[in-house]
């Protein structure tokens, strides 16, 4: 990490020390989910904005379920969680009334963020989509990306 996020070299170091000192947790949760009506575009099928909500659902579902930090947690600590970058590789289309997962897990954590990747799969176990999410900590009261704290990285691990 280079010294524009870190000023101070004996910061930058006591951070990564304590992240290396942890194993992240990469296993891969599940979030199943079923599509509604007002998720459909007009060729009938789900629109490509709608699987950011449910990967960002499943997240909330998963956080809070497997992590132990509900969102509600980060907002009394005055965190939030915002997209930084999204890549998604559509395979095949979702339809109404569809059941289908969502599975998502940790690719790495940097200073300010979390990378995970995801898929979303049909009953069928087939692809719908692929890719993967930065998501970037801030200060709500700031709106400036924050450091992620101790206790978070601590949860994130295994």
């Not at 989910?33 to 459909?40: E, F, G, H, I």
């Not at 007009?42 to 132990?68: T, W």
């Not at 999204?86 to 940790?106: E, Q, S």
Request: aromatic share 12%.
């Amino acid at each position: 990490l280079s010294n524009l996020f870190f000023p101070n070299h004996l910061m930058r170091k006591k951070w990564l020390i304590s992240l290396m000192m942890r194993e992240l947790n990469r296993n891969v949760f599940e979030t199943e989910m079923q599509v509604r009506p007002d998720d459909l575009d007009m060729f009938r099928h789900v629109h490509s904005s709608k699987y950011i909500d449910y990967v960002l659902a499943a997240r909330y579902h998963q956080m809070e379920h497997f992590y132990k930090m509900p969102m509600q947690e980060f907002l009394t600590n005055n965190y939030g969680w915002v997209i930084k970058n999204a890549l998604i590789n559509y395979k095949r289309a979702l339809t109404l009334g569809d059941v289908f997962v969502v599975k998502t897990h940790i690719i790495e954590m940097e200073k300010t963020d979390v990378k995970v990747g995801f898929e979303i799969v049909n009953t069928k176990q087939k692809p719908c989509c692929e890719g993967e999410f930065t998501y970037t900590l801030i200060n709500i009261s700031t709106g400036r990306s924050e450091t992620i704290p101790q206790w978070v990285i601590e949860r994130f691990s295994a």
